[in-house]
């Protein structure tokens, strides 16, 4: 006989409850973060709209294609959208937005925290503390740094972070969160043409008080997410989020080993702004690597970045040497090339011994 449906169990209150503690803790946050009933993609249009109003000034800074997509959800609002904006290979510089601030006198700045589809990572802290001399409000796109890099969300006094399950963390993508600080909520509350009764709403998600417990479950957070969501982070506390970090600091640095030994050029120019979540490889003359869908975790680039680059797609559950030896193996096998001094190279980083 056929086991009979239990019937859908909503999310209850502790549940809740549970899912925020273990977000705030991941962000070193006092703040409770805002559950995004959807995609990170949800959060990340949500502050754009909940900040953007005729009359603010706000500097956008554009290192990839997630930085555009912000900017037109600005513009949209009706905010002036001042740009500093980099070629896709390289990441974003204190100096040249030291500048635009200068230039522009904007009241907020939003910018990609870290680029899985350039492989580039922008100096988010020292943004972050230049904002802060000049008072600016910060918005932070994280989805795909937390759980490759540190982020402190509260010592950084980041206003706004958005942050998703489904890259460093191997989580669902289909609850994420936005962190917002106290005057972060200010910023949303000062603005008239923040959506009310939305899905883009921020306002209509603010918890009740900072260190309360909440009072009820947002109707609309999806429970089979929030659930399979509340799993992974509890596998991410089990592991330690430092040593998350560090593995994908390990995949990182080998897959840059790998593809050294093979004679091949990474995207990024400058390599103290790696990713730690994509290593992006140069697709220069040579046309051997040039593929239109992925093989494991080797996936062709996004969008206008097609023909220019490959991405080695080392997250999650991929951060680990064997994910990168199988990425290396494949790029070998592209380039018509002998895998072994890669191989080895991949081991050295890892303090592994060749396995006979
Ligand atoms: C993956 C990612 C997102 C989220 O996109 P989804 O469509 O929700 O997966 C947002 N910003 C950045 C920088 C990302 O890498």
Redo the contacts with the bound molecule.
């Keep these: 006989m056929s086991q009979q449906y239990a019937g859908y169990v909503p999310l209850s209150l502790s549940e809740y409850e549970i899912l925020n503690v273990l977000f705030s803790r991941l962000l070193s946050t006092k703040h409770a973060p805002v559950i995004i009933p959807g995609?990170?993609?949800l959060g990340?249009e949500a502050v754009a709209a909940g900040i953007s109003a005729p009359g603010r000034t706000i500097l956008n800074v554009v290192t990839?294609p997630?930085g555009s997509l912000f900017g037109t959800w600005l513009e949209r609002g009706g905010a002036t959208v001042a740009e500093v904006r980099v070629p896709f290979d390289e990441v974003v510089t204190v100096k040249e937005i030291h500048e635009a601030i200068d230039r522009f006198r904007p009241v907020a700045i939003s910018f990609?925290h870290a680029?899985?589809?350039t492989g580039g990572s922008n100096p988010a802290r020292e943004i972050l503390k230049l904002a802060r001399d000049y008072d600016l409000v910060t918005v932070m796109?994280s989805?795909?740094a937390v759980g490759g890099e540190s982020l402190p969300v509260d010592e950084w006094t980041a206003d706004f972070v958005?942050i998703?399950a489904?890259?460093a963390l191997a989580g669902p993508?289909g609850v994420?969160a936005v962190s917002v600080s106290p005057r972060g909520w200010e910023f949303l509350e000062s603005n008239k043409n923040a959506p009310r009764n939305s899905i883009l709403s921020l306002l209509d998600l603010k918890p009740v008080k900072d260190g309360a417990a909440p009072l009820r479950v947002p109707p609309n957070i999806p429970a089979l997410e929030a659930r399979a969501l509340t799993a992974a982070l509890l596998l991410v506390e089990e592991e330690g989020l430092e040593q998350v970090i560090k593995r994908h600091e390990l995949a990182a640095a080998s897959t840059l080993e790998g593809i050294k030994a093979l004679g091949i050029e990474p995207w990024q120019k400058n390599s103290r702004h790696y990713s730690t979540l994509t290593t992006t490889v140069r697709i220069s003359g040579d046309k051997s690597l040039l593929i239109d869908r992925p093989i494991g975790i080797v996936a062709p680039g996004d969008g206008e970045l097609f023909g220019q680059l490959l991405r080695i797609n080392h997250f999650g559950a991929n951060a680990c040497r064997r994910s990168v030896e199988e990425a290396i193996k494949t790029l070998a096998q592209l380039l018509n090339r002998e895998p072994d001094q890669a191989i080895e190279a991949i081991l050295q980083v890892w303090g592994e011994k060749h396995e006979q």
Excluded: F, L, P
Aim: overall charge negative; cysteine-free.
């Design positions: 995609e990170a993609i990340i990839g997630y990609v680029e899985v589809v796109d989805v795909s958005a998703g489904q890259k993508n994420s």
